[in-house]
T-cell receptor, first 112, second 113 residues
Framework: NAGVTQTPKFQVLKTGQSMTLQCAQDMNHEYMSWYRQDPGMGLRLIHYSVGAGITDQGEVPNGYNVSRSTTEDFPLRLLSAAPSQTSVYFC???????????FGEGSWLTVV | AQSVAQPEDQVNVAEGNPLTVKCTYSVSGNPYLFWYVQYPNRGLQFLLKYITGDNLVKGSYGFEAEFNKSQTSFHLKKPSALVSDSALYFCAIVAGNNRKLIWGLGTSLAVNP
């Protein structure tokens, strides 16, 4: 089982560049979300989706866009990368609120 | 306000000794409680959860946790620690009318040989 797959695993961007982090799950989960993990700050929710066509903002949405055109895919777009967006990004999915969450392996992003 | 606290940034134990990683919470209503583990340069992995029923929950890799409603705690325990248990541990809750997921900041566990 593939579970939650996110790409790329590592990326270096220049300030001002844009990019998309891809996330796909094969468990037919309704809930998908993106987190960023920074030292001493735990996991912070960027955006989430409760189903295809539905997205909403989390704690730290500024500078990021998402879309959910299918149940399987939930890409995260950085519109104009800034050094403050240097972080580790995790995609996650679950069957519903309160169910076990499955995480991808992470994407390490450095903005220079 | 609903919150999760992991009061220890780091826990150090000797291999073979019992370990405890603490988690306390403040919520309205009945929460769902979770523990996840993160090994270096990896994503988070599910360890165990409490929804309802028996207060003692057994999970992966020999871990267990006890839901204590009066103390609003959900401490993670293991009778005999392994060096391979060294990792970052996160407590999380789902609570409230909006069933919002709330994460603790994580506790780094170091098991020394």
């Amino acid at each position: 089982n593939a579970g939650v797959t996110q790409t790329p695993k590592f990326q270096v961007l220049k300030t001002g560049q844009s990019m998309t982090l891809q996330c796909a799950q094969d468990m037919n989960h309704e809930y998908m979300s993106w987190y960023r993990q920074d030292p001493g700050m735990g996991l912070r929710l960027i955006h989430y989706s409760v189903g295809a066509g539905i997205t909403d903002q989390g704690e730290v949405p500024n500078g990021y866009n998402v879309s959910r055109s299918t149940t399987e895919d939930f890409p995260l777009r950085l519109l104009s990368a800034a050094p403050s967006q240097t972080s580790v990004y995790f995609c996650a999915s679950s069957g519903s609120s309160g169910n076990t969450i499955y995480f991808g392996e992470g994407s390490w992003l450095t903005v220079v | 306000a609903q919150s999760v606290a992991q009061p220890e940034d780091q826990v150090n134990v000797a291999e073979g000794n019992p370990l405890t990683v603490k988690c306390t919470y403040s919520v309205s209503g009945n929460p769902y409680l979770f523990w996840y583990v993160q090994y270096p340069n990896r994503g988070l992995q599910f360890l165990l959860k409490y929804i309802t029923g028996d207060n003692l929950v057994k999970g992966s890799y020999g871990f267990e946790a006890e839901f204590n409603k009066s103390q609003t705690s959900f401490h993670l325990k293991k009778p005999s620690a392994l060096v391979s248990d060294s990792a970052l541990y996160f407590c999380a809750i789902v609570a409230g009318n909006n069933r919002k997921l709330i994460w603790g900041l994580g506790t780094s566990l170091a098991v020394n040989p």
